[in-house]
């Protein structure tokens, strides 16, 4: 499988001549989520929902279809019948050759008196793990995760300690656009260090084989 890292919170992952592209937000390449198969979107934040984004990928790929939770749906489920999902915790399906399972129910508390919103992470064919933007851990093992390094809702302990937990063959970063290059070196050298995984950082646009 090919993992492309995008500005932020989106990858896109490829494999059999399909796409599946996760969280083309706001902070993302305008063309993220084009050629995408598949769509997924783990929470209605701007920097993970971007409906442009999404109706452009769905306007030019006719086979193209969302999983999101019912928030994001609502708003593009008129426009494209048939063609988004409202999924939950603990739902499994099949998409473009790809298999998903759901885990987790609400966004990371980012301060008590801002309400949460469902947030549902994406587990794609048992092995990589999206968890938008909450510190889900799976149950069942995880072999690629992709790490929120960066939010107005975590610090670094808890980044070290989600890696523990999970317990990851590797960790790619994502939700890392608001972390400066000063920062970066001070979060990949405690995290590679602590985190007890292969730790990783992708530029934009750059990629691997899985």
Known sequence: ???TKNTHACVR????GRALVIDPGMFTEEDAALGADVLLVTHEHADHFDEGRLRAALEANPAAEVWTPRSVAEQLTAAFPGRIHTVGHGDAFTAAGFDIQVHGELHAVIHPDIPRVTNTGFLVDDALFH???ALTVPDRPVETLFLPVMAPWNKISEVIDYVREVRPTRAYDVHDALL?????PIYDGQIGALGGTDHHRLAPG?????
């Open 131 to 133: 968890p938008g933007d």
């Open 1 to 3: 499988m090919k993992l």
């Open 180 to 184: 400066t290059d000063l920062a970066r």
């Open 13 to 16: 992952l490829e494999k059999d």
């Open 206 to 210: 750059e990629s691997v084989r899985l």
